[in-house]
């Protein structure tokens, strides 16, 4: 699901699929409203989550998902608002289904991206970049060459998603080098520039793995690496306590650099410590795919 902010995609989506079914002007417009109102209270839920603990533990990670039932609660007969409980529910289930759509045609254009890859014999995802890492110095993309990488990219104020994805990413990079005794590096490169400072990427990332890589720099800097690797990402809105919108994806990099594959949210640490396995073992160099091609076009051909 494409969940990490939700006001700004939901309600393009909500625009482009659910309100041309609206029967009226006047009842899309009650859509928008329950859409907003939801929005609102996952917000000050997600507050209170980050209050409670300056990275996200288990019990943070799910205050946002446990906060709108438990406003509902509070709410009463007393403070009921324009709209009732269960139309906020349809929303909310509307919405995320249509997230989980958007972020499911964003992995079929990757897949897309990929097999053209594939035919072309040219990369169309991932490329070159240059941003900090969380100790300050300098980092881009050759630093990563000479081993495999598994790139995510996200914000550390997330309430749940990021964390969840980074713990299934450590946990993977963990059983692939007990597996194959590959050390995957895992990387993490922040959509948020502005909050995501050096300090603060040291800070979180130290609460994950000591080998995870948090990357910052420059908006523009962290514009390029996402448009590299086609991420998508939006802020939600105007205000402090903002959230961002984005794809959740991983990129597997072998040891030259390149892209590999990309993984989606639908992948657990078993099926992604699996996969990446797969790759590692069929894997080969570029000079060794080279030096066998000739080979193979040299070889003779016995006669039927």
């Known amino acids: 699901m494409l969940r990490c902010g939700g006001k700004g995609a939901g309600r393009r989506l909500l625009q482009q699929f659910l309100l041309p079914a609206a029967e009226s002007t006047a009842a899309a417009e009650v859509a928008c409203q329950q859409l907003r109102f939801f929005r609102q209270t996952a917000s000050s839920n997600v507050q209170a989550a980050v209050a409670g603990r300056s990275f996200q533990n288990a019990g943070a990670r799910s205050a946002c998902s446990r906060g709108f039932a438990a406003a509902a609660a509070e709410s009463g007969p007393a403070k009921r608002g324009p709209v009732s409980v269960l139309s906020l529910?349809?929303?909310?289930?509307?919405?995320?289904?249509?997230?989980?759509?958007?972020?499911?045609?964003?992995?079929?254009?990757?897949?897309?991206?990929?097999?053209?890859?594939?035919?072309?014999?040219?990369?169309?995802?991932?490329?070159?970049?240059?941003?900090?890492?969380?100790?300050?110095?300098?980092?881009?993309?050759?630093?990563?060459?000479?081993?495999?990488?598994?790139?995510?990219?996200?914000?550390?104020?997330?309430?749940?998603?990021?964390?969840?994805?980074?713990?299934?990413?450590?946990?993977?990079?963990?059983?692939?080098?007990?597996?194959?005794?590959?050390?995957?590096?895992?990387?993490?490169i922040s959509l948020d520039p502005a909050r995501d400072t050096v300090p603060q990427m040291r800070r979180y990332c130290a609460e994950f793995h000591p080998?995870?890589?948090?990357?910052?720099?420059?908006?523009?800097?962290?514009?390029?690496?996402?448009?590299?690797?086609?991420?998508?990402?939006?802020?939600?809105?105007?205000?402090e306590d903002y959230l961002v919108d984005h794809s959740i994806i991983m990129y597997l990099l072998d040891p030259s650099g390149s892209f590999v594959q990309f993984y989606g949210k639908n992948y657990d640490a078993e099926a992604l410590s699996k996969a990446v396995e797969q790759q590692i073992a069929d894997w080969k160099p570029a000079e060794q795919s080279a030096a066998e091609q000739p080979r193979q076009q040299t070889q003779p051909q016995t006669a039927g």
Request: a negative charge; charged letters at 20%.
């Open 89 to 188: 529910a349809l929303t909310a289930a509307t919405g995320g289904g249509l997230l989980w759509y958007y972020n499911h045609m964003m992995q079929e254009k990757l897949q897309q991206a990929v097999i053209k890859q594939e035919s072309a014999g040219k990369p169309r995802i991932g490329g070159p970049f240059q941003l900090v890492d969380q100790n300050g110095n300098a980092f881009s993309d050759r630093d990563l060459v000479g081993k495999w990488a598994l790139l995510y990219f996200g914000f550390t104020f997330c309430p749940d998603i990021c964390p969840d994805e980074l713990d299934k990413m450590v946990a993977a990079i963990d059983s692939i080098e007990k597996g194959c005794g590959e050390a995957v590096q895992p990387v993490f």
């Open 211 to 239: 080998r995870l890589i948090g990357l910052t720099g420059s908006v523009e800097q962290c514009e390029a690496a996402a448009k590299a690797y086609r991420v998508y990402h939006m802020k939600t809105e105007e205000t």
